[in-house]
C-alpha cells in the first residue's frame, strides 16, 4: 500500500512514522511513505504558499496552484482517492480505516492556516475527514493518526501472522478489562472466573463486563448494541434460515442499514456483501431506495427476490443451501497436522482457490481464519472463513484426497469457530453434492430456504 501525504512540513510525517511498526513496515517493502512538500510546487517569490482570504476574515489561505501541481506530481491521470484532513470532514471511524486499507494508494492533503482554496479541493479530494471535533494547528497529525489505523490493517503490517481482528470495538462493544501476572498486585486480585480454566465462564465474564462498561462510557455504542441484539432475536425464530444474518450482526461484521417491519439491510463494508432480507419476497420501493449505490455484491433470502434483482440488472451468480452447526462441542480431528495458515502460504493459496482476488485471500489470512493441512511442511490442503463470515475455500491436492483430510479441515474449522462463540456456517452451491453429503455426514443442518448470490452485470 502506498501513502501519499502532500504537507508544508513533510519532516514532521517522515519522522513522526519512521520509528514505529509503520516505519518498519516500510523498510519491509509492505508500505511506502512519499511525504512531498507544497512549498516545493510555489512559483512565487521565496516559496509563498498563501495568500489573504476574499472577502476579509483574519488568516491566511493556501493558494489553489502549489497544491494542484503538487497533487499532480503524484497523481498524475490516475484516478487516486484523495483525503483532505479537516475539521469540517466526516468523522473518522474503524469501518472507514477498514474501508480504506483495501486501497492500494492513498493520498493525504494536509491543511494549515485558515485552510486551503475551496476550488482546489472540488478538483482533487474524493474524501473530506475529521479525526475529531476539535481544532488542530494542521493537518499531518490526523493524517498520521489515520496512516496509523489503515496500514495496521494492512496484511503483514503486524507481522506475518499477527491479527487485527480483536478490534477494541468488536461486538460493538468496548473490551472488557484484562490482567496479568502477578496474581495479586496492591492486594488487588484477579477475578477468579479468569484462573478457573472454564472457557465457557470466562467468555461470558468478559462480555458482562464489555457491556456494563459500554452502557457506561458510551451509550450510544450500547444503543446499537441493543438493536443489532433485537434483529438477532426477532431472526432466530428460524435459525437456520436466518443464521446467516444473525451471526454478521453477532460477530461485528455487518451493520443494520435498514429495517422496517419484515424487511431488513445489512452492510458488511469489509467483505463487501449486502444481505437482503424479506419476508414480503419482493423488495418495496423504500428498502430499494436504501439499497446502497456502491453495493456490488448482494446475498438475497428468497428467490422472487432474486428474480426481481435480475430484471433490475443484476446477475445471478448461483443459488445455495445453507448450512450450520448449533451443537456445541468440539468435533473430533483426525488428521493431526493442521494450523493456521500466514502470509508465507498465501502463493499456494493463490493458486489453488481462483474464485477470490489474492488480497482477498491475503486478508483472510492475516484475519487469522484460514488453516492449512500439512504432510511435514508441506501445505496440502486449506479451508477457510469468508468476509461476511460463512466457512468455505476448502482444497486439498489430488493425490491427497479420499483420507479424510477434507473431513478434518472442516472439523478444525467447526472447532475454531465455536471456540470464539460463533455458530459456524457455510453454503454449498446447488449440484454440488459431495460438499451437500460431508455437511450431512459432520453433522450439519440444513436450512429449508435457498440463498441467493447476485453480482453487478458485467
Ligand atoms: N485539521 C485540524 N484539526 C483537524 C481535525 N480535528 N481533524 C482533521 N484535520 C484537522
Known amino acids: 500500500m502506498k501513502f501519499h501525504v502532500l504537507t508544508l512540513f513533510p519532516e514532521m510525517i517522515e519522522q513522526g512514522l519512521a520509528p514505529s511498526i509503520i516505519g518498519r513496515a516500510v523498510e519491509k517493502n509492505i508500505l511506502s511513505l512519499n511525504a512531498v512538500n507544497i512549498r516545493d510546487f510555489s512559483v512565487e517569490k521565496h516559496s509563498k504558499v ?6 476579509g476574515g483574519a488568516g491566511m489561505l493556501i493558494q489553489a496552484q502549489p497544491v494542484y501541481d503538487a497533487w499532480k506530481s503524484v497523481a498524475g491521470d490516475r484516478k487516486v482517492r484523495t483525503v483532505y484532513v479537516t475539521p469540517q470532514g466526516k468523522p473518522f471511524t474503524q469501518k472507514m480505516a477498514r474501508e480504506f486499507a483495501r486501497e ?11 485552510g486551503i482554496d475551496q476550488r482546489v479541493l472540488d478538483e482533487t479530494v474524493t474524501d473530506y475527514v475529521s479525526i475529531g471535533d476539535y481544532v488542530l494547528t494542521g493537518g499531518e497529525l490526523p493524517a498520521m493518526v489515520m496512516i496509523d489505523a489503515i496500514a495496521r490493517l494492512v496484511p503483514g503490517v503486524l507481522g506475518n501472522d499477527a491479527s487485527a481482528e480483536d478490534e477494541s470495538f468488536f461486538n460493538d462493544l468496548l473490551e472488557y478489562p484484562q490482567y496479568s501476572r502477578p496474581e495479586v498486585w496492591h492486594d488487588k486480585k484477579v477475578p477468579d472466573v479468569l484462573l478457573s480454566g472454564n472457557h465457557k465462564n470466562i467468555v461470558a465474564w468478559r462480555l458482562d463486563q464489555a ?6 462510557v458510551r451509550p450510544d455504542l450500547y444503543a446499537k448494541y441493543q438493536q443489532k441484539q433485537e434483529l438477532i432475536r426477532k431472526l432466530s425464530k428460524q435459525k437456520r434460515n436466518n443464521i446467516h444474518l444473525m451471526e454478521s450482526l453477532s460477530r461485528g461484521l455487518g451493520e443494520i442499514l435498514f429495517m422496517r417491519g419484515e424487511e431488513v439491510i ?8 449486502t444481505f437482503l432480507y424479506t419476508e414480503d419476497k419482493r423488495m418495496s420501493e423504500v428498502m430499494q431506495a436504501a439499497l446502497p449505490p456502491q453495493a456490488s455484491l448482494i446475498l438475497a433470502n428468497n428467490q422472487e427476490l432474486s428474480e426481481q434483482l435480475q430484471e433490475q440488472g443484476w446477475h445471478l451468480i448461483g443459488a445455495c443451501s445453507q448450512y450450520l452447526y448449533t451443537a456445541k462441542e468440539p468435533l473430533p480431528v483426525k488428521y493431526k497436522n493442521i494450523r493456521q495458515l500466514t502470509l508465507d502460504d498465501l502463493e499456494y493459496v493463490n493458486k489453488h482457490y481462483r474464485y477470490e482476488e489474492r488480497e482477498y485471500l491475503a ?33 486439498v491436492d489430488r493425490e491427497y484426497r479420499r483420507q479424510g483430510i477434507a473431513e478434518s479441515l472442516e472439523a478444525y474449522l467447526l472447532n475454531r469457530c465455536i471456540e470464539r462463540g460463533w455458530i459456524p456456517y457455510g453454503h454449498v452451491m446447488e449440484g454440488n453434492e459431495a460438499s451437500e453429503l460431508l455437511q450431512e455426514k459432520m453433522g450439519l443442518y440444513k436450512a429449508s430456504k435457498k440463498l441467493y448470490w447476485l453480482d453487478r452485470q458485467q
Open 50 to 55: 498563501d495568500d489573504y482570504t476574499y472577502g
Open 104 to 114: 492500494t494508494e492513498l493520498i493525504f492533503l494536509c491543511g494549515h492556516y485558515e
Open 211 to 216: 457491556k456494563e462498561k459500554t452502557q457506561r
Open 266 to 273: 445489512i452492510q458488511d463494508d469489509d467483505a463487501a456483501t
Open 363 to 395: 486478508r483472510r489470512i492475516w484475519a487469522g481464519l484460514m488453516f492449512g493441512a500439512y504432510d511435514g511442511d508441506r501445505l496440502v490442503g486449506f479451508i477457510g472463513v469468508h468476509g461476511e463470515g460463512s466457512g468455505g475455500m476448502l482444497y
